[in-house]
């Protein structure tokens, strides 16, 4: 078959294992996504405590915020798997 069809499929080496550079993306996926929550509750304990109000730009604040940590996160642990 052509190559374009078979785009979306990680790389099948011997036994059936992915390639090392589709499990770098998967493992800075997963860290990534749990830095988003962790870095999100974090955040918003913090404005609780410093008694700012619940509103749109506090959760634009946290959102921004969090996914700048998953950005982090992610980009760290894709240097060092990859």
């Given amino acids: 078959m052509h190559d374009s069809v078979h785009a979306g499929k990680p790389a099948m080496g ?47 604040v946290v959102f921004v915020l969090a996914l700048a940590a998953a950005y982090g996160v992610a980009f760290l642990v894709d240097r060092v798997a990859g």
């Fill in 14 to 60: 011997r036994c059936g294992s992915a390639g090392p550079r589709y499990n770098a993306r998967m493992l800075s996926l997963v860290f990534g996504t749990i830095a988003f929550f962790v870095a999100s509750y974090l955040i918003r304990r913090y404005l609780n405590e410093i008694g700012v109000p619940r509103t749109l730009v506090r959760g634009l």
